[in-house]
């Protein structure tokens, strides 16, 4: 697969070619192959700082004590806007501070695609200027490549020294070899529907993020549901619950992409919603060999959202208006709906699993109290949750606009002032440090439940290799965390820890109670079993190996290598 990563060889040569040495790493998936190729290069001296709010003014320090150019990176999604503030300082300041970027294609932009904001939308007075690499296909992308990186150096130091950034876009979801079908993408409102006729199609209705839906709204979809052969797709962000619901992550993670075809096809997708934050979803329908699907795609804005690359239709209309304008059918047989039902009776989760945080939501998905809140951290803590049914009562969130690592407990808590119903939280060490800064709100209720998973560093970047010195020092921030106990108690939080079944047994009833103080509930699990407890559900699932199934879905992101 064509990644891009001749461009980190032309980028890292160049900063030796220059004589720039200090580079500041923030932890991340898309820039792990500038991180591999300078970490232990003794041409470089590095330096780890886990949020990027903190790289930059870190950096600048270095810069103030030697006066040279410094090379910060990191990931995407948020990380760029978190460096905002602190290269304004360095813009005032005149700081030389290289941010190198990491950016998805340019197709994914603005499409509602995980973690793939405009990465070069940054202020005035932010940076002296921006420059994009190009994708190397040829020679002639070779020598635009040389000259921008050239030149995005230079510029450090032109005229007056200041802040630069240098972005890097990167393909981090492998395709298959197939050619994608051509399609042709219209727009109309809601009376073309009218003219429609869906009978005897198979229609999955995929809702994305959205908040709880209103009762007008709920029953004119059950009602579409019952006169058509649809499946609603979902999963806890949807917060959408009816009986021809199916929750197919797992199913997806663990099929190929031939069963697929034979069996969930639809021949019409319908999405509503924001971002899905499901990766096994995007991956399966985003194939160019998955043909013969039409999408349309419902929205008030009318915006071209080409997610998948098979949009066909876009009803600029609200969703109300969408489903009540169908007519009716009669007779209709719900076979495609069956098809999925039956796919999902073959999950295995009841399996012995290590202490890790599929254990804990194993054991207390079915115990959250009914009418609660629940916030996921983006990744791990969401795609976990998400393969365990909760009650339907319960209305859940997640940062998966701009798909950051951080704010997540900051959300949480504004979300928590609405209610008197037990809020919860499940969030992993590294993102609980990007925002422990929020324990110390003020108005925090006693109705906050925080459920930290304390798994030294980001086990994204472990899943196949937790003994990797590599991977924890930058890329996954190991040995940055050791807990939040004094913090939390600081911040007048009830503080409760596990580090073990039994603790962990004796404990959580509690913790899903109500009480005086609101909580921290910390649970200690080694990356190891955290993984290999992932790896054991996807394993117990699928009908081929972990390794055949998973790694050539996450290669893209770790790197073959």
Known sequence: MHTNIENIDVVVKLLKQHNIRQI?????GTNIPFINAVQDDEFFTCYSIVDERSAMYFAIGLYLQSGEPIVTSCTSAQATRNYIPGLTEAYYKHAPILAITMSKHQRFTYQQYMQAPDQISLPNDAVKSSYMLPYLVDENDYLHSMRTVNEAILELTRHTTGPVQLDIPWLDFPLDDEVSELHIIKRYNANHLKSINIKDKKILLVI????????????CIEKF?????????VNHLSNYKGKYIVEGNLQLLTMGKDTFNDNLKPDIMITIGGQT????????????????????????DGKVVDTYDKLTVIYECSEYEFFSMLGSSENVTHSYFEDWKNQISKNKLDIELPFSSAYVAQQIHNKIPANSFMQFSILNSLRIWNMFDIDPSITCYSNVGAFGIDGGMSTFFGLSMGTEELCFIVIGDLAFFYDMNSLGIRHIKNNVRILLINNNGGVEFKLYNCDN?????????????KNAKGWAETCDFSYMAAKNKSEFSESYNAFLKSSDKPMVFEIFVSDKDDAEAYRM???ENAPQSFERS???KIKGIIGRK
């Open 225 to 233: 549901c019952q006169c058509y052969d649809v499946a609603v797709y």
């Open 550 to 552: 998973i790694k050539s």
């Open 277 to 300: 934050g499901d990766y096994p979803f995007y991956t399966m329908l985003s194939q160019p060999s998955i043909k013969g699907i039409e999408h349309w795609l419902v929205s008030c």
């Open 537 to 539: 559900i996807v394993s």
């Open 469 to 481: 010195n590599a991977q924890n020092r930058y890329i996954a921030a190991g040995n940055h965390f």
């Open 24 to 28: 500041v790493i923030s932890p991340g």
């Open 208 to 219: 994305g993020e959205h908040r709880p839906f209103e009762d007008n709204l709920k029953a």
